[in-house]
């Protein structure tokens, strides 16, 4: 057997890892406070390893989050884009992950075909793994999970709202959902719902998530109201889509519609007036700064899970 794991769904991991890498990710933030962002954790449990990223898309956080996790673990990184790799010129994705397992440790990739993540995996000898396709997104919603436990809430019995497009951020929500025991409400437009099969699949895993045109009843009491950009990157700048999303929209009153306890979340970046507006995003109950720090947190569990060295293993 393997001593290294893929990270490609949450589902592939299950609940008991979940909540581990949540631990873990915990214990090393509250152990480095106040520290210099650079300096390595006491225990660099990733000395002298080395993570491979790849880019097909733009990448703020995801590319400076993996960067430093690395570092706070006492490894490096190698950072790379398609268009400078032998990827970009027609070299297939299984001779490419067989090529960068003999020189590097893991590797990251952020792109679009979530069957192109599949493929590295299949190939590579490392762990691979998925830092956004179109169809799921783990490692934001792995900080999302962290960041709603760190503002005094046990995710069990918790009733997520989702307000906006039924995309890979959605999905990965629902998929947590099933496994860490929460109920997710969507509130979209017809025709924007998310994958059927991402659905059953959750379902025959317990959970209960249910679509709903009307955005109020979506958020109503709600624990967590999530949102993310409604034109996903690579798509056009759809008018007829904006429109159809405009009555979802994260405002003053739509949230106050949520519990008076109610965490707001956004994966960033954010188109401020479309999606939510700036009086949500920057108000009292938006944890969206936490949540984006916590990408960096979360992928340093999910590094060491990915390579057998997680605490309590």
């Known amino acids: 057997m393997a ?12 609940g008991d890892a979940i909540a581990a890498m949540l631990e873990e990710a915990l214990t090393r933030k509250e152990a480095r406070a106040g520290w210099a962002k650079g300096k390595a954790d006491a225990d660099a449990p990733l000395a002298g390893r080395t993570l491979a990223m790849i880019f097909e898309k733009n990448s703020t956080r995801t590319r400076v989050s993996f960067d430093m996790a690395m570092r706070q673990l006492g490894g490096s990184t190698i950072v790379m884009d398609s268009g400078s790799m032998q990827l970009g010129r027609g070299e297939t994705i299984a001779d490419t992950a067989r090529v960068l397992s003999r020189y590097v440790d893991a590797i990251m990739i952020r792109t679009d075909d979530h069957a192109k993540i599949l493929e590295m995996a299949k190939h590579a000898t490392v762990p691979v793994i998925n830092g956004l396709t179109d169809h799921s997104h783990p490692c934001q919603i792995m900080a999302d999970l ?8 046990s995710l069990p019995g918790l009733a997520w709202a989702w307000l906006g497009d039924g995309n890979n951020v959605l999905h990965s929500i629902i ?7 929460f109920s997710v409400r969507v509130g979209c437009p017809a025709g924007y719902d998310p994958s059927i099969e991402v659905l059953e699949a959750a379902a025959k895993r317990g959970a209960t998530v249910q679509i709903m045109r009307d955005p109020a009843r979506a958020v109503m009491d709600a624990d967590v109201v999530v949102t993310d950009t409604w034109v996903s990157m690579g798509q056009p700048h759809a008018e007829e889509k904006l429109a159809a999303m405009a009555p979802y929209q994260v405002n003053a009153a739509l949230m106050g519609k949520a519990a008076p306890e109610a965490v707001f979340l956004h994966c960033l970046p954010a188109h401020r007036g479309e999606e939510a507006t700036d009086e949500v995003l920057d108000g009292p109950q938006s944890a969206i700064w936490d949540e984006a720090e916590n990408r960096l947190h979360a992928q340093k569990a999910i590094l060491l899970w990915c390579l057998g060295g997680l605490s309590g293993e």
């Not at 001593?3 to 299950?14: K, V």
């Not at 962290?146 to 809430?153: A, D, L, N, P, S």
């Not at 998929?175 to 025991?181: D, K």
């Open 3 to 14: 001593d290294y794991r893929h990270f490609i769904d949450l589902a592939d991991a299950g």
């Open 146 to 153: 962290m960041t709603v436990i760190e503002r005094g809430k």
């Open 175 to 181: 998929e947590a959902a099933s496994l860490m025991h």
